[in-house]
RNA sequence: GGAGAGAUGGGUGAGUGGCUGAAACCAACAGUUUGCUAAACUGUCGUACUGGGUAACCGGUACCCCGGGUUCGAAUCCCGGUCUCUCCGCCA
C-alpha cells in the first residue's frame, strides 16, 4: 500500500505515475486520502489531548488517595466524567476514519516507475528484447497437447477424474522433467546467491494481505474454509512474508531467497482455446526468486534478477522476448515489471513463463519491513521473479524440439533427467 | 479429539490496581582502560502515531497475544477469542 506521506511529498508524481495505469478519477482519489489523513491527524491530536488530561487527573488523584486525602480525590472524580465522555467518542470517529483511509489506500495500486509506457493491454507493452529468428517448424508439427497424448507423458483425463480441470497428471518421462527442471533451476539460483526456503504451501489471511493479494484478488485464490487459509499462488507469498514485522539489519541485507513450490490459481473466468493444455492451468510447479534490498539498490537487484531469467532461458535454448510492461498491463502492486515470453512453435504463440519486479515499498509498507538507518526506520524494498514457471516452458520445449525420432532435451537438462530425448 | 499450562521488550525472566514503557540478567552498540584478544567499568539500547524544531532533540498518546468490560486509574481484575507448549489419543 501506497504510504501517506509520499502522496503528500510527491502529489504530482504519484498522479501522473497512477495516470499511467488508466485509473479513473485518479486526483479526486488522492485528494480523498489527503482530506481522510488531514482529519485523522485532527481527531488523533484532539484525543491525545484529552487523554493526556484524563491521565493527569488520574495521577493527582492516586497521589491525594495515598495521602488520604479522599474528600479532594472526590472532587477530581467528578471532572472526569466528561473527559472520558470526549475521549470516547474521538475514539470511535477516530477509528472509523483510519479504517476508511486504509481501505481508500488498498484501492489504490503501487505507483509505475519513471520508465512504464503508458498503456491500457498488453498491445501496448515495450517489446526490450527479441530473439533474431522464429523458428518455423513443418506442417506437420503437433501442439504440445497433441505430443502430450502421442508420448503419454501427461494425462489431463486422469487430473479431471481425481480432481478437475487444470489438474493434469504427470507420468513418466514428463514426470521426470518436470523434476529435472525443478532441480535445474533451484542449483541455478543456488549459483547466483540465492538461499533455498522450502515453505509452506497454504498461508494465513495476513500472509494474503500482506503481498497484496487480499483483498484485491480474494477470489483468484483457493480458500481452505474451515481453517481460513488459502493456497498459495506463488512462493512469493510464504517467502516475501518472511520477513513480515521484521527490522532487519545492514548485514542481512540483501535477503535472497529462492523457493520451488505448487502454485494454485482458480482463474476464475477464464475460458477458451488460449487456456488449452498446458497455457493456462489451476495447479503448477515454480521456483521463484524473491529479494529483500534497500531503496538505492532495489533496480540493481531487479537487473540481476532478470538477467538471471535470462540466463535460465537461453540455457534451455527457447527463443524468447522480454516486455517492459505497460501501466495498465502491470501488476496491482508492481512499480516495475519485466515479462519473459517463449515462443511455443507449433502454437505459434508467445508464452509468459516469467514475470519479474520491483514493488519498491509498496509490499514493505503492509508487511512493516524495514530496516534502521541512524536511529529512524525505512521501508526496505521487494522484489521477485519467477525462475521459472514450469508448464509453459515444457510446452515450448515439446513444440520445438520435436523431430522424427522424438522430441530433444535441452543440453543443460540432461544431466537432471538422465535421458536426451522424450521416444514413444 | 481429551486434559492441563501458558502468552511481558532481540533473548531469559520479574511484576501487591497508581511510584511500570515496564526490574534484573544476557545479547547488541558506543566509549574508557588495555601491547592484541579477553576481562572490567561507563553509557546507549522497543515500535507506531502525533505536536514543536532545519537538525541534534524535546513533548504528548497508544502498545505487556487480540477484542471487549470494571475503575478516576489496568501488564495486573472480569468476559470472549486466538495462538503456543506439555501429556494422552490418532496418524505420515
Redesign the pocket.
Known sequence: MLQ??EIRANKEKVLIGLRKRGLKEVEEKIDEVLAL?DK??SL??E???A??E??????Q???L??SGQKEE?EK??SQ??DL?ETSKKLGGEL?STEELLTNKLYELPNVPHESVPEGRTAEDNEVVFQVGTLPKLPESAKPHWDLIKEYDIIDFDLGIKITGAGFPVYKKQGARIVRAMINYFLDQALDAGYLEMRPPIVVNKESGYGTGQLPDKEGQMYHATA?DLYLIPTAEVPITNLYRDV?LADDELPVKNVAYTPCFRREAGSWGAHVRGLNRLHQFDKVEIVQVTTPEESYKALDGMKNHVERLIKNLELPYRILRLCGGDMGFTSALTFDFEVYSAAQKKWLEVSSVSNFETYQANRL?L?R?V????ELLHTLNGSALALPRILAAMLENNQTPDGIKIPKVLVPYTGFNMIKK
Open positions: 501517506v506521506s489523513d485523522r491527524k488523533k491530536t484525543m491525545d489531548v487523554l493526556a484524563a491521565n493527569q487527573l488520574a495521577k488523584i492516586g497521589q488517595m495515598q480525590a477530581i472524580k472526569t466524567s472520558k477509528e481453517d527490522i512493516k524495514r534502521k541512524d536511529k529512524k526506520t
